[in-house]
C-alpha cells in the first residue's frame, strides 16, 4: 500500500496574529453518536472522581518508548513530567464521551522502530497531534528521521478494552515551521483517517484565545503516560501558568506517551482545544498554542 505524506498547507508566520473571542470563529465539538456523554464540570474541571484543583502553590520507571524520544532522545527527566506531588487519575469509562476523544497510538517510525503517542479528534476523520508524533526530527539515527510509516489508532483504549479501532492511518499533515526546520514553535500536526470513525466517538473543538483570556482558565489534559499501565488513559488537570506567542505554559502532569494530547479548556459545556501538548520542563510543561493560522490549518485539514 502506498503511503499518503503530506508536508505543509501553510508556513505558519512567526508573529502571533490577532486572537480570537470564543463564539466567534471556533471549530465547534461534537459528542458523536450513542451514549449520553459525560457532563462537563462547571469550573473548568472535568467530572472525574471527585477531582478538584490542588491549592496553589504547589510544588517509574519507562516501560515504553515515548514518540518524543524519536527526535529527542531519552532526557533525564522524561520528554514530559511530572511535578509532585502526582494526583493524575486514571480514567476507566472510556467508551463514553469525552474520553474516547483521546486516542492511544502505536506508532512504526520509518526506519521500523516502534513508539507510542496521543492524538483527539478534531473531526469525523482527522486528528490533532504533535508535530513529532508524525514527522521525526533531529534523532541522528540512519533512517528515522521524516515522515512516520503508519499509525495505528485505538480510540478511548484502556488497556484490553478496545471499544472503538484500530485503524492504521498512513496520512499525515504538518507545517514546514516543524519538518523543515524542527522549530518547537511549529510543533503539531495531523493524522487522516481513512474511515469517519470520529462521527461515532465524536470530537473536540478549537479555538484561538488572546493572553488574557487563556490566563483565567484550566488546561485539562487526558492521554496515556508510559509510566502507567500500558494503552491507559489518565487525567490532570490546572490553571494554565503562562502563554508565548506560540507556546502555553502548564503544571499540569504528565509523561512520555502523551505527546500529542489535547490541552483544553470547558466553554458553556462544550470542550475546546487551546494547545497541543508536547514538552516537559522542570517546573512547567507546555504544549504547542493555537494561534489563528494554526487553528486556520486545522480547520483545512479537518475538512
Known sequence: ????????????????????????????????????????????????????????PEAAARAVRDIGEASYGPPAAGPEAVHLPDDRVQITDTGVYPWRVHCFLEITAADGSHWIGTAWFIGPHTLA?????????????PGRDGWVRSVTVWPGRSGNFKPYGPVVATSFRSVLGWTRDGSED????????????????????FGAWSDADLLQVVGNISGYPADKPYATQWYDARRIDSVGPHKVYYDI?????????????????????????????????SGTRITTPVRDNYAAWKA
Do not use: C
Not at 497531534?129 to 539515527?141: D, E, L
Not at 487522516?192 to 473543538?205: A, K, N
Open 186 to 205: 511549529h510543533d503539531y500536526g495531523a493524522i487522516v483517517l481513512p474511515t469517519d470513525l470520529g462521527s461515532t466517538t465524536g470530537w473536540f473543538g
Open 253 to 285: 502532569d504528565t509523561f512520555g506517551g502523551q505527546s500529542g494530547s489535547a490541552v483544553y479548556r470547558l466553554v458553556n459545556g462544550g470542550r475546546y482545544g487551546a494547545a497541543v501538548h508536547a514538552y516537559g520542563g522542570g517546573r512547567v510543561n
Open 1 to 56: 500500500m502506498s503511503q499518503e505524506l503530506h508536508a505543509s498547507v501553510s508556513n505558519e508566520p512567526d508573529p502571533l496574529a490577532a486572537a480570537t473571542e470564543p463564539g466567534s470563529t471556533l471549530e465547534e465539538p461534537s459528542t458523536g453518536a450513542g451514549d449520553a456523554p459525560v457532563p462537563a464540570g462547571d469550573d473548568g474541571v472535568e467530572r472525574v472522581g471527585g477531582y478538584r484543583l490542588p491549592d496553589p
Open 129 to 141: 497531534t504533535a508535530g513529532h508524533v508524525v514527522h521525526v526530527k533531529h534523532s541522528g539515527v
